[in-house]
């Protein structure tokens, strides 16, 4: 269910993403998205990549080298990530299903259906975006990107599942398509909350994403919470990396994670919280 749209706050970014990189130990910095109505509004930072690249190459660029970035239209090679991000309708041949007919289905209307259901934003809502390493964005990102392995996006959820508002579940689709410009950042815009992105093939062939990263967007206004909730969950020991248990017998501590008929130990859980993981 979409939640209602609230302005971002100003945070302490540089704090929220050092947070994120520790207690999931990230490899990438988390990134920066801000969607822009007036090119005019565009920070003297972000710098113009010299030709033309696909949004998921703006975010690699950013998340890997810490590259502070902007785009339009007019900079993007991939017509996917132009309308995604609304910026403009998608050419006809691409919306009636006829260009990647018989490559991504195995007729025209299914081909067709394939893209109509790709995440996108309004087209015309916006005229350019932004792309920082959080820590060092220079401007209050609408939407945050955060790569990991998948038990690394395994502790993001359970941080962000950790606050009653976010309903006890998250709920994402995919068709491995548009992974980044429409599952991650399109998809978190239009439904206000954190939404996974699976990679797809022009963000692991052209953007050099890996075989074994995910990335999930995230509205920036709920970044404390999360960060809240991973600090929470950290301690109490659902920490990463997570630590491997004996195969042959159950997981200490026993009574969290075996059923059993038997009665736990009185004050377990108290005695666990009393002492929870650091984090280091």
Same mark, same amino acid.
């Given at each position: 269910?979409q939640?209602k749209?609230?302005?971002?706050?100003?945070?302490?970014?540089?704090?929220?993403s050092?947070?994120?990189t520790?207690?999931?130990?990230?490899?990438?910095?988390?990134?920066?998205?801000?969607l822009?109505?007036?090119?005019?509004?565009?920070p003297?930072?972000?710098?113009? /990549?010299?030709?033309k690249?696909? @949004?998921?190459?703006?975010?690699?660029? =950013?998340?890997?080298?810490?590259? +502070? &970035?902007?785009? !339009?239209a007019?900079d993007?090679?991939?017509?996917?990530g132009?309308?995604?991000?609304?910026?403009?309708?998608?050419?006809?041949?691409?919306?009636?299903?006829?260009?990647?007919?018989?490559?991504?289905?195995?007729?025209?209307?299914?081909?067709?259906?394939?893209?109509e259901?790709?995440p996108r934003i309004?087209?015309?809502?916006f005229?350019?975006?932004?792309?920082?390493?959080?820590?060092?964005? /220079?401007v209050?990102?609408?939407? @945050?990107?955060?790569?990991?392995?998948? =038990?690394?996006?395994?502790?993001? +959820? &359970?941080?962000? !599942?950790w606050?009653?508002?976010?309903?006890?579940?998250?709920?994402?689709?995919?068709?491995?398509h548009?992974?980044?410009?429409?599952?991650?950042?399109a998809?978190?815009?239009?439904?206000?909350?954190?939404?996974?992105?699976?990679?797809?093939?022009?963000a692991?062939?052209f953007?050099?994403f890996?075989?074994?990263?995910?990335?999930?967007g995230?509205p920036?206004?709920?970044?404390?919470?999360?960060?809240?909730?991973?600090?929470?969950?950290?301690e109490?020991?659902?920490?990463?990396?997570?630590?491997?248990?004996? &195969?042959?017998s159950?997981?200490?501590?026993?009574?969290i994670?075996?059923?059993?008929?038997?009665?736990?130990?009185?004050?377990?859980?108290e005695?666990l919280?009393k002492?929870?993981?650091?984090?280091?």
């Amino acid at each position: 269910m979409q939640r209602k749209r609230m302005e971002a706050p100003i945070l302490d970014w540089t704090k929220i993403s050092k947070s994120l990189t520790n207690l999931l130990k990230l490899k990438y910095y988390p990134v920066a998205v801000k969607l822009f109505k007036n090119t005019g509004e565009i920070p003297k930072e972000a710098r113009k /990549p010299r030709v033309k690249i696909t @949004v998921c190459q703006f975010v690699s660029l =950013a998340k890997t080298y810490g590259r +502070i &970035l902007y785009g !339009t239209a007019e900079d993007i090679a991939c017509a996917y990530g132009i309308s995604n991000l609304g910026f403009k309708e998608l050419p006809e041949d691409i919306r009636s299903g006829e260009r990647f007919v018989y490559i991504y289905a195995e007729n025209r209307e299914a081909t067709k259906t394939i893209i109509e259901k790709i995440p996108r934003i309004e087209a015309g809502k916006f005229k350019a975006f932004v792309v920082a390493p959080l820590q060092e964005t /220079p401007v209050d990102p609408d939407i @945050v990107l955060v790569s990991g392995n998948p =038990a690394q996006i395994t502790r993001l +959820i &359970l941080g962000i !599942t950790w606050k009653e508002k976010f309903n006890g579940r998250l709920f994402f689709s995919s068709s491995a398509h548009s992974g980044i410009c429409g599952d991650s950042i399109a998809a978190t815009y239009n439904l206000n909350s954190p939404h996974l992105g699976i990679p797809c093939y022009g963000a692991r062939s052209f953007a050099l994403f890996q075989d074994d990263e995910l990335v999930m967007g995230i509205p920036a206004k709920d970044l404390e919470d999360v960060v809240d909730g991973l600090t929470k969950t950290h301690e109490a020991y659902l920490g990463y990396p997570i630590t491997p248990a004996n &195969l042959e017998s159950p997981p200490p501590p026993l009574w969290i994670f075996t059923i059993r008929p038997e009665k736990p130990p009185e004050n377990w859980k108290e005695k666990l919280l009393k002492a929870p993981r650091k984090i280091l």
